[in-house]
């Protein structure tokens, strides 16, 4: 006989609702009121008696945990689903524009974070350390594909995060905000590779104004020729330079 799935009692699941629901309210009213926010503010904008929340948060620094606990858990989820959405490099920008937009309207919670150096902070460390592992496993990717610089650290990221969270919540239009984040971000991409083009056009650079008199180039690679004080000035770096001349005044 198949066993039958026992459900959860109806006073477990109510108690997890009312966490739930505590600490999305204590987010907003946290965001909107600053941490000064009492706990009793919090259980009447969530509508649950103050005797609730004090039953799951004793205190204000321990629900002001939970909250940033689960706002980390929340994005290392969202790190989760990027892999299989994007590119490596398209997966980690992405990734930081959302990280962004979800804490550049959290800012005053978030500051808590480093503000505030004295709790336990067990719950949070936890929820931390596997938010930076999601952070590096998407950096790493975006490394190996070539997308990243290679001296680009986790620490970085999360200055820039931090950073970018600021410059967004600051700025009036989110549009432009936004716009703004994305060109910080930039700087983290792989340079583009430029092929160098050798300079031919010597007698240009020599007639230029700010060219020292006594300075002057190969006529037919470019490079610097090192002038000697007295005979004939040299127009060539070398006889290899010297034929290719000869050759293509031959040709002309």
């Not at 990280?99 to 931390?128: M, N, S, Y």
């Amino acid at each position: 006989m198949a066993a039958v799935p026992v459900a959860a009692p109806a006073g477990r699941a109510d108690a997890r609702r009312n966490r739930e629901v505590v600490l999305r309210t204590a987010m907003r009213v946290f965001a909107e009121d600053g941490l000064e926010a009492s706990l009793g503010r919090i259980a009447q904008r969530a509508g649950v008696g103050a005797g609730t929340v004090y039953r799951h948060f004793p205190s204000k620094e321990i629900l002001l945990e939970a909250v940033l606990a689960e706002h980390l858990e929340g994005l290392v989820t969202a790190a989760g689903r990027w892999p299989a959405r994007a590119t490596p490099g398209d997966a980690l920008f992405g990734f930081l524009i959302e990280v962004i937009e979800k804490t550049a309207g959290r800012q005053r919670v978030c500051d808590a974070l480093t503000a505030d150096h004295g709790w336990p902070h067990a719950l949070l460390t936890a929820a931390a350390r596997r938010f930076r592992e999601a952070l590096d496993d998407l950096l790493t990717n975006a490394k190996q594909a070539g997308a990243v610089r290679a001296d680009v650290r986790v620490d970085d990221l999360t200055a820039l995060i931090a950073g970018g969270a600021a410059l967004r919540a600051a700025h009036r239009d989110r549009a432009r905000g936004t716009r703004l984040v994305r060109l910080l971000l930039d700087g983290l991409r792989t340079p583009a590779v430029t092929k160098e083009v050798a300079f031919r056009d010597a007698t240009s650079l020599q007639r230029h104004e700010t060219a020292a008199p006594d300075v002057r180039y190969c006529e037919e690679c470019g490079a610097r020729l090192r002038v000697r004080p007295t005979g004939r000035p040299p127009r060539y770096c070398g006889p290899t330079c010297r034929q290719r001349a000869r050759r293509r005044r031959t040709a002309d």
